[in-house]
């Protein structure tokens, strides 16, 4: 083993345990963060995810102290931080224009927090070195920041909020500024640092698909609050929100009325044919409540409508006609839009892998799928429906 | 670019404002270098012996003396009061912020005769008239608007995230003011401090009123010089003064440049 390999950096410290109970942050009439409860677990790598203004970067901001919250409370490792400065903290910051000092170089930029820390000149440089080493700018240390591209400037910035090993790392849509070849590899370079230092990470994205490669869970927010918290996995197929499907991928959507009365459980939607469904047990709707059904695309298997040949749906299918609309080619795929009797536009999705069934514009299809491939849940109307 | 049909037009008319604007200066600049002992165009020959009056004439000598004197802790006191207004101004969030705002700019608006009558009936309750540091107070108050309109400027400008940065990395604010924000807003600050100093160096009408015939400034004794005999070490004094202020208008157009780079 040569000596470069041993000198990227190593924690030593154990991550931090990070808890929100019932935080909240008015700006004037507006909430910023709506009651916001989150654990996030030692060494977990957690995402805010949501659009602009819906409250993640607040609570980034209330994490990292730089916005006292009006209710609430901050936890780190069961200790009240609350009310602590933000200098006193031990949490690191990537912010989204990476901040780093213009007067500095790159070895003092990231040398700042370890000075601040009264850590003596001969270990300051060494760990300098090996936070270099860690985001692979090794030699570059002697630069200043406008003499990297934004790409190293985001490693320096990072490299800065690592090297004084702090309990938790906070990133503010590090990448926004980044083209998206830059932005994958600096992502995989992000995943690999949180695996080898084993640090606590709560990032903040708008980017659906940047938080589904990086993160162990996902927080959605939405207008100050977190609608779900989960794996990909289980928001993908699990959503318990319209807004959480939705936002989460592609869906249909049915809206209608829930009937639990019979042997299978319906959904009566207007103009369309009842839709059987198998609501989760915890989450099954009242009888003639209003309820959403949440189809994925690719769980809709398309054929043509032909009179003669088709056994039908089993006792748990569900099979609606529509016509084709649209074809679109995906390269992994095709994406069809289907218009249904009751007017609506539904997507289906048929992977590469499967025969192509020569469909086109035009063509009568039936919309088949199996109600356990579905998700029934209690969901307003959606003219009731409260959307931004 | 595309050529504007009357851009020769514009460039004759802006040199006649120039020249009409710096002739009064510069007429004064040769006739300081001349033989005779008259105040006269065309100068006559070439002596600096105009020069030598200045240096060696005891009351021009302590006069340019007590005006650097004055201008160099005008420029010092303007500079640390404006720097702390112009934090907490942009900073703050306080009640009666715009109103200290507009007050502080104040002196900009109001006549300087009115400030100077103003300032002489106070001094002379206080019995600070005729003293330096009575003369630096009343600098700095006309020096203050300057200072405090540069350094916000540069603080509108200045990226808060970068003190938010050193904060989370563990710096307290005190060590985040003086390590990342004073540094980079330094040329901002030096910029003023040159401003405050020309001020000072050049200011007349309050110096005439709380000046005495011991404290007396460059501008002061040339005033009074004009009024009794006139010879042309007035001119050699005057060409001294834009000297300094043209060479501290340049540093300090220059720093601004390297705050903006």
């Known amino acids: ?388 | 670019m595309r050529r504007i049909p009357w851009k020769g037009g514009l460039r004759s008319a802006v040199a006649l404002i120039a020249v009409f604007l710096l002739l009064p200066t510069l007429v004064v600049i040769p006739l300081s270098f001349t033989e005779g002992s008259l105040l006269r165009w065309p100068p006559r020959g070439f002596s600096l012996r105009w020069y030598e009056t200045l240096l060696a004439d005891p009351a021009w000598r302590d006069a340019t003396l007590k005006s650097l004197e004055v201008a160099l802790w005008t420029a010092l006191a303007a500079t640390a009061i404006g720097t702390t207004t112009a934090l907490g101004l942009t900073r703050g969030r306080f009640r009666g912020r715009q109103l200290i705002s507009s007050l502080s700019l104040s002196p900009i608006v109001v006549p300087t005769v009115i400030t100077a009558i103003g300032t002489y009936f106070v001094f002379v309750r206080l019995g600070i008239v005729g003293t330096t540091a009575g003369l630096v107070l009343a600098h700095t108050v006309l020096a203050l608007p300057l200072v405090i309109v540069s350094v916000t400027n540069s603080l509108r400008s200045f990226d808060r995230n970068l003190e938010l940065a050193a904060l989370s990395l563990g710096a307290g604010p005190v060590s985040t003011f003086f390590r990342i924000t004073l540094p980079l807003v330094a040329p901002g600050v030096a910029a003023s401090a040159l401003f405050a100093f020309i001020t000072s160096w050049d200011e007349i009408v309050v110096a005439l009123f709380v000046t005495d015939p011991v404290v007396r400034t460059l501008p002061v004794v040339i005033f009074n010089q004009l009024r009794s005999g006139v010879d042309p070490t007035v001119a050699a004094a005057a060409t001294l003064l834009v000297l300094v202020t043209v060479t501290a208008l340049g540093v300090a157009l220059a720093a601004r440049r390297g705050l903006k780079t």
């Not at chain 1, 025969?355 to 109307?381: Q, S």
């Open chain 1, 1 to 388: 083993m040569t000596s470069t390999m041993t000198s990227t950096m190593t924690s030593t410290r154990s991550p931090g345990r990070l808890e929100l109970c019932g935080v909240g942050k008015r700006y004037g009439k507006v909430a910023a963060v709506d009651d916001v409860s989150i654990r996030i677990a030692p060494g977990e790598f957690l995402t805010l995810l949501g659009a602009s203004g819906s409250g993640k970067t607040t609570t980034l901001k209330i994490i990292a102290g730089f916005v006292e919250p009006d209710s609430g409370e901050v936890r780190l490792h069961d200790r009240a931080i609350t009310r602590l400065p933000a200098h006193r903290r031990d949490i690191g910051v990537v912010f989204q224009n990476y901040a780093l000092f213009p007067h500095l170089t790159a070895a003092e930029n990231i040398a700042f927090p370890l000075r601040a820390r009264g850590v003596a000149k001969g270990a300051r440089l060494d760990r300098v070195e090996a936070a270099l080493a860690t985001v692979h700018l090794e030699g570059m240390g002697d630069r200043y920041p406008r003499q990297l591209s934004g790409g190293q400037q985001q490693r320096v910035a990072l490299a800065r909020a690592i090297v004084f090993e702090p309990q938790v790392l906070l990133m503010d849509e590090p990448m926004g500024a980044l083209d998206k070849k830059l932005r994958e590899a600096l992502q995989l370079e992000i995943m690999r640092i949180h695996r080898e230092l084993g640090i606590t990470i709560c990032y903040v994205t708008h980017d659906q698909e940047e938080a589904l490669v990086m993160s162990d869970r996902i927080a959605i927010y939405d207008h100050g609050r977190i609608k779900q918290v989960g794996t990909a996995q289980e928001l993908y197929e699990r959503p318990e929100s319209v807004f959480v499907a939705q936002f989460m991928g592609e869906s249909n959507v049915f809206h209608g009325t829930f009937d639990g009365t019979g042997r299978v459980a319906r959904v009566v939607a207007p103009d369309l044919p009842p839709i059987a469904v198998a609501p989760d047990g915890s989450r099954r709707p009242g009888n003639g409540t209003s309820a959403a059904v949440i189809v994925r695309p690719e769980r809709i298997r398309l054929t043509r409508d032909e009179p003669a040949g088709d056994p039908g749906p089993g006792p748990g299918g569900n099979v609606l006609t529509g016509v084709v609309q649209d074809v679109i080619y995906l390269g992994s795929g095709r994406r069809y839009l289907v218009a249904l009797p009751d007017g609506s536009l539904r997507q289906a999705r048929v992977g590469a892998a499967e025969a192509d069934a020569g469909l086109g514009r035009g063509d009568a299809v039936r919309l088949t799928w199996e109600c356990a491939d579905a998700v029934v849940l209690e969901a307003p109307a959606p003219g009731r429906e409260v959307t931004s």
